[in-house]
């Protein structure tokens, strides 16, 4: 079975672009979450989303935004890009709502680097 | 609000040596606790959880942990090191009473295996 598949592996822009990150759950995962991994830190929680309603929402500023599709695959958005935004940005399915109950499944990530 | 810290950025050990990486929480209710493992360029592992009833967690490839409520840490051992656990460990935890994906991760111990 595929695991969390994430597209693309890497991505080079400039700030002031935007950019969309994809992400496809587990078959049968209906929660989708995403985290942003600055080198040399660990990863931060963004979104999560289960039964494509937004369920959790971390300290992030208005320019990300995130949505979750009827079939479950998932997309991160970030708008204006700022240097900052250099990231891993990891996407994880649980078949669960809570952490507790359903363990998350992690993507191997996309790498972003604004210029 | 919750928190977690990883106490050493950075071990050290030598093959078939104890592997003893700390974690302390800061919660003001027993949260869930969750030990995750990164290889390069490769997305997170569960290691091993903590949500209830036992205090001792065994996890994959000989990693274990233990919940201590008086000294809120869930420190992750392995009696053996090999080669192969040369990786970055994050503790993290989330809230037992919000129910969502939501978990806050420390800032990761890098693991080095010196043969």
């Known amino acids: 079975d595929a695991g969390v598949t994430q597209s693309p592996t890497h991505l080079i822009k400039t700030r002031g672009q935007q950019v969309t990150l994809r992400c496809s759950p587990i078959s049968g995962h209906k929660s989708v979450s995403w985290y942003q991994q600055v080198l040399g830190q660990g990863p931060q929680f963004i979104f999560q989303?289960?039964?494509?309603?937004?369920?959790g929402r971390g300290n992030f500023p208005d320019r990300f935004s995130a949505r979750q599709f009827p079939n479950y695959s998932s997309e991160l958005n970030v708008n204006a890009l700022l240097l900052g935004d250099s990231a891993l940005y990891l996407c994880?399915?649980?078949?669960?709502?809570?952490?507790?109950?359903?363990?998350?499944?992690f993507g191997e990530g996309s790498r972003l680097t604004v210029l | 609000a919750q928190s977690v810290t990883q106490l050493g950025s950075h071990v050290s050990v030598s093959e078939g040596a104890l592997v003893l990486l700390r974690c302390n929480y800061s919660?003001?209710?027993?949260?869930?606790l969750f030990w995750y493992v990164q290889y390069p360029n490769q997305g997170l592992q569960l290691l091993l959880k903590y949500t209830s009833a036992a205090t001792l967690v065994k996890g994959i490839n000989g990693f274990e942990a233990e919940f201590k409520k008086s000294e809120t840490s869930f420190h992750l051992t392995k009696p053996s090191a090999h080669m192969s656990d040369a990786a970055e460990y994050f503790c993290?935890?989330?809230?037992?009473?919000?129910?969502?994906?939501?978990?806050?991760f420390g800032q990761g111990t890098t693991l080095q295996v010196k043969p």
């Open positions: 994880a399915s649980s078949g669960a709502l809570g952490a507790g109950t359903g363990e998350l499944f």
């Open positions: 989303y289960y039964e494509k309603e937004e369920r």
């Open positions: 993290a935890v989330s809230d037992r009473s919000s129910n969502t994906g939501k978990l806050i």
């Open positions: 919660s003001s209710v027993p949260p869930y």
